[in-house]
């Protein structure tokens, strides 16, 4: 599967706009909902992982793959932190998280993946693995990882 995504950036590309259209079809339409909500969240997400299959079929494929690596190498620990910080902004804002602003949402995600991006950059310099990814290897393979 993977050989063939590399190959043609075709299918990608077709499924990101078919998706796309189901989005722009949902999120108009008169029902309303939480499971159009979810659906219209769904598609979406589809779109944005098209998306990427499809930049990843360029030549801005190296610095993509750049960009990403630090965070994906501390998958787990990002994760978990970045729950930790939306309810923590959530907290000292006074404000729910399920009632900020597209806006909001937008600036905050964008500020935690920043900080995300920064500490698992600075991390993995001097380490192999972030500190639940090494805590998790501990566990799984019931033996203390390399540091």
Excluded: K
């Excluded at 905050?108 to 998790?136: K, M, V």
């Amino acid at each position: 599967m993977t050989a063939r995504i590399e190959r043609s950036i075709r299918v990608p590309a077709v499924l990101g706009l078919v998706s796309a259209a189901f989005a722009a079809l949902v999120l108009i339409s008169p029902a309303s909902g939480a499971r159009m909500s979810a659906l219209g969240g769904l598609l979406i997400a589809g779109v944005y992982v098209c998306a990427l299959l499809v930049l990843l079929g360029t030549p801005l494929r190296p610095t993509l793959a750049a960009l990403f690596a630090p965070l994906g190498r501390m998958a787990l620990t990002n994760y978990l932190t970045a729950t930790v910080l939306v309810l923590l902004v959530a907290r000292v804002s006074g404000s729910p998280a399920d009632g900020w602003s597209s806006a909001r949402v937008a600036l905050t995600s964008a500020a935690i993946l920043t900080l995300q991006w920064l500490w698992s950059t600075l991390r993995l310099r001097r380490h192999r693995y972030g500190p639940l990814e090494w805590l998790w290897r501990w566990a799984t393979w019931a033996r203390r990882p390399q540091a």
